[in-house]
């Protein structure tokens, strides 16, 4: 299911916690997108995150519809979309809230 250089759109709480867990297992840096598809900004930022994704193969992106997994959304506590959460080893190591290319760009740098 999951392609390197790819983001991965998890659409179920079963797809969810097994990227989740392939990813802790690897040791890969996870960015997660929590996004919208009613959000103007979500959509402006999602052709740079999949050219992210294409660029660093090694870095496992993750594209997660607030509405559709509303209860992750609340657990990871993302209250304006897009959020990116950037997990290492299952631990948050940094987030962004809003579409802002350029840090979205240096925290993927810094932290793969």
Known sequence: MAEEGTVIGCHTLEQWTDQL???????????????????????????ILIDLAKKIPHVTFLKVDVDELKDVAEEWKVEAMP????????????KIVGARKDELHLKVAQHQ
């Open 21 to 47: 867990d392939k990813a802790k297992a690897n040791g890969k840096l996870v960015v997660i997108d929590f996004t919208a598809s009613w959000c103007g900004p979500c959509r402006a930022i999602t052709p």
């Open 83 to 94: 959020t990116f959460i950037f997990l290492k080893n299952g631990n948050v190591v940094d």
